[in-house]
């Protein structure tokens, strides 16, 4: 890192403060918000550094997380030192295997299925160890939806929404919003994917988890099986779907009585939702954030926000928008 980042200066001495000798971090990764990471090795031990510039993202809410899914039994990075005031985080080095590297035909399906498990945990984590987590309501929905109408629509194809598409848009997110209402509310870590799931000594280990809230019951099994960086063949989806609906009735978290249709109404639908934010955050992340290599992620979002949608019918006029104008636009500015 240049001498000229003040950040850097003020974390390198507080690293050399906290091992008391000289060392040298090396930037290994920044993620979709404004956080940095950093390996440092010491005494033939490796750390990893996060750097949150606390004006932006405190690094408590990651800190109280981590402690409570660790008393879930869930895996996370070891918190090792803290520093609020900067908003430095000394952890654990959980390596550099993403599940996602590590993903075949002929494993995904057992990889896929221990992930499920691993819900049953994260699930059971609805606070932070003092308050309730957030409520991942109608009106929060209605914000991430409108990421995308924002900045993938109008910022960055430049479509301006007669009252017929708004109106069909309006109507499109009400059906979103009324299917997140009408399931049941669970500790949900909110960006649950192969990304975010990081191979250990053979163990899943998760991360990202610092923006978790209380939410539908569907949303981290879809944002595993739909992941918007992959696409496995539908019928291994629906297979893991309905294993998955299975166990949750096992465990008492779904009315035994609950048909599988409206389950995976819930399932399709959350997932729908989930996919429309990720195309509008993609386009956010490069002119708000400067980070444009998300946008080679937004041409598989589409597809599945134009397969799922022609699913159902008070979705197929969204479904054609998107097929007819929507993708073409979005080809013909790359």
């Known amino acids: 890192m240049p001498l000229s980042d003040p950040r850097f200066l003020v974390l390198n001495a507080w690293l050399n403060r906290i091992f008391d000798t000289q060392v040298t971090p090396e930037l290994i990764s920044g993620d ?10 010491s005494a033939g ?78 699930s059971k984590v609805r606070d932070n160890g003092e308050v309730p987590l957030p409520l991942y309501d109608g009106e929060f929905v209605k914000r991430e939806l409108e990421i995308f109408t924002d900045w993938l629509i109008k910022h960055h194809l430049g479509i301006e929404l007669d009252d017929a598409t708004q109106s069909m848009l309006d109507n499109t997110y009400s059906v979103l919003i009324n299917n997140a209402a009408e399931q049941p509310m669970v ?56 294993s998955h609906f299975h166990r949750l009735i096992e465990a008492g978290s779904l009315d035994e009585n609950l048909p599988l249709e409206t389950y995976r109404r819930w399932f399709d639908l959350m997932g729908l939702q989930r996919h429309i934010k990720a195309a509008g955050i993609f386009a956010r992340l490069k002119y708000r954030d400067g980070k444009p290599a998300y946008m080679n992620d937004i041409p598989l979002t589409l597809e599945y926000i134009r397969d799922i949608s022609a699913r159902y019918p008070e979705l197929v006029c969204f479904s054609h928008w998107v097929e007819t104008l929507i993708i073409p636009t979005f080809e013909e500015n790359r």
């Open 32 to 41: 979709a918000s404004f956080r940095r990471y950093f390996r440092v090795q």
């Open 187 to 242: 500790g949900m870590h909110r960006d649950y994917h192969s990304r975010n799931l990081m191979l250990k000594n053979g163990q899943l280990n998760v991360i990202d988890f610092q923006d978790a809230v209380l939410g539908p019951i569907t949303y981290d099994a879809v944002s595993l099986l739909r992941d918007c960086y992959v696409r496995w063949p539908d019928e291994l989806v629906d297979k893991l779907m309905l």
């Open 45 to 122: 031990k490796s750390f990893i550094v996060m750097d949150s510039p606390p004006e932006l993202i405190q690094v408590m809410p990651f800190v109280k997380l981590a402690n409570a899914y660790r008393s879930q039994g869930v895996l996370t990075p070891q918190v090792i030192e803290i520093n609020v005031e900067d908003g430095f985080l000394l952890l654990s080095d959980l390596g550099d295997v993403q599940l996602l590297s590590e993903l075949t035909p002929d494993n995904v399906e057992r990889y896929y299925g221990q992930a499920l498990a691993l819900l049953d945990r994260v």
